[in-house]
């Protein structure tokens, strides 16, 4: 127990010296703003995942088949993209790599903008779900997950994907039987599935007045975080280089 807390609280507060500097804290806030916007999308778009692609498969699948609540064209536009924003993240990896603090201060710059034309929409659109407002968010949404998580990749940063918990889930159970009794950063992987989950928690309870505010919520965190990385990340910092 005390080496779970310790490990949770050097990933909340890094030292000076940690290799990985302030970027395990931003990536926890953006693994809560996948929770938030996954709840946008599973529960007010139609079943249908912008950040969690594993899901969108299935349910492609399921759609295919003739599964009633699910929609095909959701999930092939999601994916799209997706996968669009992913192509985007890892050129923007390729070209800002060499600093990674500011590789990800202006991922989430970028996915702030997304988001803002996201919240826009759904604020023209009076919190509604007609088809055009629908697809639109879907689209938006995408793009800024699949950058989030093509970022994210390239920070490689153990055990902080912000978009996918099932190695991190794996990690905690198979690695409890080490010798010592206990797994590799396991304060850090308690606090990614917590993070996804208060996101979520939060989406849902959001939800109930509406979209955007959920929407706002998620593009708050982008925007406090990017400013505060940009801030702290100067030039010749040692935990900014690529791993």
Known sequence: ????????????????????????????????????????????LGHVFVANMTGNVVFLGFALAGAGGLSALASVVSLAAFLTGAVAGGRFGVRFGGHRGRLLAGAMAVQAVLFAGALGTALAGHDGTTAAVRYTLIVLLGLGMGLQNAVARRLGVPDLTTTVLTLTLTGIAADSGTSRGAAPRPGRRILSVLAMFLGALAGALLLKVGVSLVLAVALTLLVAGAVALWRLSVPGTVWARAP
């Open 1 to 44: 127990m005390r080496a779970l807390l310790a490990d949770a609280a050097r990933t909340l507060v890094p030292s000076k010296g940690d290799r990985h500097g302030p970027l395990p804290p931003l990536m926890l806030a953006l693994t809560v703003v996948t929770g938030l916007v996954d709840a946008v999308s599973y529960l007010g």
